[in-house]
């Protein structure tokens, strides 16, 4: 059973860094991507960063060149290195796993609990 497991969030002031993290349990073997998404209050939730399994990765214009995602394979985990925060990062972000169990199966997909981050000015 496919598990994403979320910690790191916090507090923190405008121009700090947090990291966030995400484990996954079950089996791999289909993982196509896993990345990070984030919802605002009063907004819908956006990709803030993936990381597909071939490493390549993709960010919002929002954290380009501020937010680092990486991954450790050995232990299943992803990472988000948030730094040079702004208020307006603040939202639950939520770890996202896409599985695509074969050639013409349809892609699965899974979601974190969510984890909080407020950047405070």
């Known amino acids: 059973q496919v598990q994403l497991m979320e910690s790191g969030g916090g507090l923190v002031q405008a121009g700090g860094s947090l990291r966030l993290s995400c484990a996954t349990s079950?089996?791999?073997?289909?993982?196509?991507?896993m990345g990070w998404y984030r919802q605002a209050p009063g907004k819908e939730r956006e990709l803030v960063a993936n990381?597909?399994?071939?490493?390549?990765?993709d960010y919002s214009d929002a954290v380009k060149g501020r937010f680092t995602i990486s991954r450790d394979n050995a232990k299943n985990t992803i990472y988000l290195q948030m730094n040079l925060l702004k208020p307006e990062d603040t939202a639950v972000y939520f770890c996202?796993?896409?599985?695509?169990?074969?050639?013409?199966?349809?892609?699965?997909?899974?979601w974190g609990q969510g984890t909080q981050v407020t950047v405070s000015s």
């Open positions: 990381i597909i399994s071939d490493g390549s990765t």
């Open positions: 079950g089996r791999t073997r289909s993982l196509e991507s």
């Open positions: 996202n796993r896409r599985d695509i169990p074969c050639v013409d199966c349809r892609l699965i997909e899974y």
